[in-house]
Structures are given as C-alpha cells and as structure tokens.
C-alpha cells in the first residue's frame, strides 16, 4: 500500500518543476490539452501534501511555501476568465431582467412571507403559530411558482452548465501562452522563485477560485 506522502507526491506529478533549465512557458506545454478541472485536482493534492507535512501553520519559507505559492499562482491563472462565466453580478439582478419577468409580483409574494416570520414570533400560543406556519408554507410554493423565482432558476442553470464547461474543456496551448495578465505575471514570478531564478517581488493578490 503506497504511504499518504508517496500517494500525494504520484497525484501531483507534474505540477512542480523538476529542473531549472526549463521555461515558464515549456512547463505550461505538459498541460496542453488537460481540463483545469484535472489541474486543480493536482493542485488540491499538492495543497493536502503540504498541509500534512507542515500543519495548520503552513510550511512559513523555504522551498515547499515556494511550491504552495506557485501552485496558487497556476490556479488563479487558468482560472483568470471565471467571472466571465459566472459574473458577480447576475443577470436576474438587473432592472431588465426583473421587469421582463414579473419581479413585482415576486417581491409582493416575498414581502407577505417576511411578514408571516414576524407573525410566528408574535403569535401567542402554538396552535396560532402553526397556523401562521401552514400559510408560509402555502406562500412559499406560490413564490416558488412565480415567473421570476422559475427564471432566475433556469439561469442559474445556465451559468453552472457554462461553469461546468469551462471546468472540463482541455485547455488548448494559446490559453497557456503569455497574455500580458497579471495572473501570468504573477505566476511566472512564482515559478521563476521555485526554480532559484532571482527575480524582484510583485504584489501577492489572490484569487479565489
């Protein structure tokens, strides 16, 4: 039975530079044609690997924070496009959307719920309570029925199918290529770091993803 270390090491192959003689750009080659789903599935192991080795604090300095930050740098450039995707602000919250589909009559639905969550507080006995509980329940599936509430659905729909295809698509090699981004910047600053390339210090702004 392989040990959790050599299980981790085998998971994350790839993700770290076995070299210094190869650049950014020959490295992001092996990934040509791997969804960033599987990239960040090594990321993940490499994260655990190191989280295991070194504990809640983290590895501080040295070569294994070099790879952590490396690996971080790499996620948040695959994934610099997300918000394209599933944008911070969404389609079901602009005036165009809610007026097309009936938003007032939502909103009034949803305004009578607020106030029977009061009412269940205000209610004097249990029996009264339930009652106030019962019309919630009845208000709540008319909410569920309204045009608006079945539309922003069917978009939030929308924006996890094109996550999930952004997830799972392979990665072709111009998406690997120097775009002027900071991501790459970023990433490349780390990568230069891990392989003992001297190089000066950039800002250290993380993505979620």
Known sequence: MLSFKVYLENRSEGLIPTGDDMTLEEFLEQY?????????????YVRLYIGDKHGVMGPGAGKDADITKFVSKLSNFIYKDI????????????EEFRN?????????LNKERAQLFKDI???????EKELIR???SVLEDKISDTEYRKAVSEADKEYNRQ???????PLSKQELLDDGSEQYKEMEH????????EVQEVDDDVIDV
Not at 100 to 108: F, Q
Not at 163 to 169: A, K, L, S
């Open 190 to 197: 780390a990568y230069n770091k891990l392989i003992g390339k």
């Open 134 to 136: 019962r019309a919630k």
């Open 163 to 169: 996550v999930d295809i952004y997830h799972n698509t």
């Open 121 to 127: 507080f205000r209610a004097k006995s249990s029996d």
């Open 100 to 108: 097309k589909h009936n938003y007032a009559e939502y909103d009034k």
């Open 32 to 44: 040509v044609g791997m969804s960033r789903k599987a990239i960040l599935d090594k990321v993940s």
């Open 83 to 94: 918000l394209k995707h599933r944008p911070k602000e969404k389609v079901y919250e602009t």
